[in-house]
């Protein structure tokens, strides 16, 4: 069994910045693929970024490409994911996910593992 826990996210005037981390524990964080994906009031959850087990191969969605860059530090068992120039668009609950494999995934039902979510609102 995999517990992730998310912290970091926050209330921030657009064109500001925040990182979210995601802590991880019960498994070698180096043999699982992650996720960042968010939630908006009255949407569906969508992908943002993934990272593989290696953290060599990053996948980023078009309307976060170039502003987000995602990360994990395979010692400290932790994931972040650095977000730049934040629009309010980006207002949502941030989720962090984790795989059984190493290798990334856009879908979030392939991902085994889920943090309980941390709320990042982006003022204008």
């Known amino acids: 069994q995999v517990q992730l826990v998310e912290s970091g996210g926050g209330l921030v005037q657009a064109g500001g910045s925040l990182r979210l981390s995601c802590a991880a524990s019960?498994?070698?964080?180096?043999?699982?693929?992650m996720g960042w994906f968010r939630q908006a009031p009255g949407k569906e959850r969508e992908f943002v970024a993934a990272?593989?087990?290696?953290?060599?191969?990053?996948y980023y969605a078009d309307s976060v490409k170039g502003r987000f860059t995602i990360s994990k530090d395979n010692a400290k068992n932790t994931g972040y994911l650095q977000m730049n120039s934040l629009k309010p668009e980006d207002t949502a609950v941030y989720y962090c996910a984790a795989r059984k494999w190493r290798i990334v995934s856009y879908y979030a039902y392939d991902y085994d593992y889920w943090g309980q979510g941390t709320q990042v609102t982006v003022s204008s």
């Open positions: 990272i593989s087990g290696s953290g060599i191969s990053t």
């Open positions: 019960g498994r070698t964080f180096s043999s699982s693929a």
